[in-house]
């Protein structure tokens, strides 16, 4: 089984920068595509960014400017650059891998969850 290990979260303030790491790890495997979403009590887990095999990116329109995803194929790792970050940034941070699980000569293609980082923004 493919596991996600996230590291990075933190309290900071207004302005400040922090950077999110989730490495998967277990088994043959390939990332097909990641993802970080985050989720605050009572609402929703919304996509922040994400991004393909290809280098392909996409971002959420709130933080457009501010967050860089970016992977390490070699390390089968997925970072989450945030800039600027706002209190409103402020949430539990999880990765999301697409990932293909080599058995034999097949594959079966599974989703997989990070176990969450808690981000604090506040002054």
């Known amino acids: 089984q493919v596991q996600l290990v996230e590291s990075g979260g933190g309290l900071v303030q207004p302005g400040d920068a922090l950077r999110l790491s989730c490495a998967a790890s277990?088994?043959?495997?390939?990332?097909?595509?990641w993802g970080w979403y985050r989720q605050v009590p009572g609402k929703q887990r919304e996509l922040v960014a994400g991004?393909?095999?290809?280098?392909?990116?996409n971002y959420a329109d709130s933080v457009k400017g501010r967050f860089t995803i970016s992977r390490d194929n070699a390390k089968n790792t997925v970072y989450l650059q945030m800039n600027s970050l706002k209190p409103e940034d402020t949430a539990v941070y999880y990765c999301?891998?697409?990932?293909?699980?080599?058995?034999?000569?097949?594959?079966?293609?599974?989703?997989?969850w990070g176990q969450g980082t808690q981000v604090t923004v506040s002054s």
């Open positions: 277990g088994g043959v495997f390939s990332i097909n595509a």
């Open positions: 999301h891998a697409d990932a293909s699980v080599y058995y034999g000569l097949g594959s079966t293609r599974y989703d997989y």
């Open positions: 991004i393909t095999s290809g280098g392909d990116t």
